[in-house]
């Protein structure tokens, strides 16, 4: 195994996790309050499931996005 092309993927997969899970979020909280089924002024729990098939790796993450 080659360590830093192994750390170089892994921060390219989390980056590009990370902006498009951002975009994705924005968007769904604007659609939201459009509609009314939220103001804008919750805090809203969110999970996130990391898997990996080949590793048997399936971990969950459990945090909050607060909109005020």
Same mark, same amino acid.
């Given at each position: 195994?080659?360590?830093?092309?192994?750390?170089?993927?892994?921060?390219?997969?989390?980056?590009?996790?990370?902006?498009?899970?951002?975009? /994705? #979020?924005?968007?769904?909280?604007?659609?939201?309050?459009?509609? =009314?089924? !939220?103001?804008?002024?919750?805090?809203?729990?969110?999970?996130?499931?990391? /898997? #990996?098939?080949?590793?048997?790796?399936?971990?969950?993450?459990? =945090?909050? !996005?607060?909109?005020?």
């Amino acid at each position: 195994m080659n360590e830093e092309t192994f750390n170089l993927s892994i921060r390219k997969f989390l980056k590009m996790v990370g902006v498009k899970s951002q975009r /994705e #979020i924005e968007q769904a909280v604007v659609a939201a309050i459009a509609s =009314g089924a !939220i103001t804008g002024t919750e805090t809203l729990a969110a999970t996130m499931t990391l /898997e #990996i098939a080949g590793l048997k790796l399936k971990v969950r993450f459990d =945090g909050d !996005i607060s909109l005020q």
